[in-house]
């Protein structure tokens, strides 16, 4: 079991662990095929076959943090910019986004806070793109 470990170890760490910041939310989290593998054979007792259920697929991702702690929280699964963001403005609670970072479910609230204005940012410049090019096409479109 010893080398087994060792080896999913070995594998997670010598992936790539730079993630784009802010953090794409929307792509899926990158888990090594051994790793799925290994949790499809743990979750299903059987040998690792392209359809899974559901239920397997569904655990087998949740084991991103476990990805998480290998690389000393340097890659988050989606999960842990999605959840506080979905708590911060449903509830407003910082107590409790406090909370879920400390048992490790979430980003911490400053760098929630962070990501918010960082997502704002780009919205903003995508926003200014498209107001100047509607302004130029008024401009040129409209008769003198």
Same mark, same amino acid.
């Given at each position: 079991m010893t080398k087994t470990a060792l080896q999913l170890r070995a594998d997670i760490t010598k992936q790539d662990v730079s993630q784009a910041w802010p953090p794409e939310t929307d792509k899926s989290y990158n888990i090594p095929n051994s790793v799925l593998q290994f949790l499809h054979t743990l979750l299903s007792g059987g040998p690792a076959t392209v359809n899974q259920s559901e239920r397997?697929? #569904?655990l087998s991702n949740s084991f991103g943090n476990m990805v998480c702690a290998l690389a000393n929280g340097k890659r988050k699964p989606p999960k842990h910019i999605l959840l506080p963001s979905a708590v911060k403005s449903l509830t407003e609670n910082i107590e409790l986004l406090h909370t879920l970072n400390r048992?490790?479910?979430s980003v911490s609230y400053s760098q929630l806070e962070e /990501?918010? /204005?960082k997502f704002a940012f780009r919205n903003s410049?995508?926003? #200014?793109?498209m107001f100047y090019y509607l302004l130029i096409s008024t401009v040129v479109i409209s008769p003198p």
């Amino acid at each position: 079991m010893t080398k087994t470990a060792l080896q999913l170890r070995a594998d997670i760490t010598k992936q790539d662990v730079s993630q784009a910041w802010p953090p794409e939310t929307d792509k899926s989290y990158n888990i090594p095929n051994s790793v799925l593998q290994f949790l499809h054979t743990l979750l299903s007792g059987g040998p690792a076959t392209v359809n899974q259920s559901e239920r397997e697929e #569904r655990l087998s991702n949740s084991f991103g943090n476990m990805v998480c702690a290998l690389a000393n929280g340097k890659r988050k699964p989606p999960k842990h910019i999605l959840l506080p963001s979905a708590v911060k403005s449903l509830t407003e609670n910082i107590e409790l986004l406090h909370t879920l970072n400390r048992f490790g479910h979430s980003v911490s609230y400053s760098q929630l806070e962070e /990501t918010d /204005t960082k997502f704002a940012f780009r919205n903003s410049d995508k926003l #200014r793109v498209m107001f100047y090019y509607l302004l130029i096409s008024t401009v040129v479109i409209s008769p003198p």
